[in-house]
């Protein structure tokens, strides 16, 4: 039986590959940090941090930073990489986090959203855990670039599709849900947001310099698209609070 979005067996090549490669290390993570912007004495969540390669970025901004995520190993280089003053957490987004209510001033969800079938939990965690005035900052599939490999030929559905990813040699098996625009939108709006700011941002200098060909490619269709989300204003529906770790 196959086995899907394993990160605890391949977190070692998964940590390698993305450290320094063209889609994260070269385009997807300046993207993201420059639509978070000046992190200085704020406190952010990293949701499904991973094995925290943006969670030190932030934190050498001079965040106050918190990491969460699924993954055991991911969480073991994260600590590694993190030190011991980077609080971390084991959470599934699928569930209600262990996290007071109004404790950050952003939530940054890079990269996560697509692994998800439903959104409303999550966005709903996201927006409890928010101080009055914070934000949320996604990054996530692009739906007009992801549904085309999937093959189902159906943009405006939602459905599960699979990949091959090949990272530091090894091969790993991938599986993400598609998304219609107007659908993510739908679960922004259902969760208490206004979408501030919509962003399919073209390649820096950085990837020209690394891959010309994946320079002109990107500069003609975004793989990802991002989202800067406000809340507004009304109070998150009661949950039960847990506290902070």
Not at 93 to 104: A, K, W, Y
Not at 162 to 174: A, C, P
Request: overall charge negative.
């Amino acid at each position: 039986m196959a086995i899907f979005n394993d990160y605890d067996k391949y977190a070692s090549a998964y940590d390698a590959d993305i450290e320094d490669n063209v889609y994260n290390a070269l385009y997807e993570r300046p993207a993201t940090l420059a639509l978070v912007g000046d992190v200085a004495g704020r406190r952010v969540l990293d949701a499904g941090c991973g094995s925290g390669v943006l969670s030190q970025a932030l934190a050498a901004s001079g965040a106050a930073v918190t990491g969460v995520d699924l993954s055991t190993n991911l969480l073991a280089i994260a600590r590694h990489r993190l030190g011991p003053d980077v609080p971390l957490i084991q959470a599934d987004l699928d569930q209600q986090l262990p996290i007071r209510s109004s404790t950050f001033d952003v939530v940054v969800a890079s990269l996560v959203m697509h692994y998800l079938h439903d959104w409303s939990g999550p966005l709903s965690e996201f927006r409890r855990v928010l101080a009055p005035g914070g934000c949320v900052i996604i990054s996530t599939h692009h739906p007009f670039v992801d549904f085309r490999p999937s093959g189902q030929g159906d943009y405006l559905g939602t459905f599960e599709f699979t990949e091959e990813w090949v990272k530091s040699g090894e091969r790993f098996l991938m599986r993400f849900w598609h998304r219609p625009l107007h659908a993510m939108f739908d679960a922004f709006t259902a969760a208490g947001f206004t979408v501030e700011r919509v962003s399919e941002p073209r390649p820096g200098a950085a990837v020209r310099d690394r891959s010309p060909e994946l320079f002109e490619q990107l500069g003609r269709e975004a793989p990802f698209i991002f989202f800067i989300l406000r809340s507004d204003d009304r109070d998150p529906s009661p949950a039960g609070e847990t506290p902070s770790r």
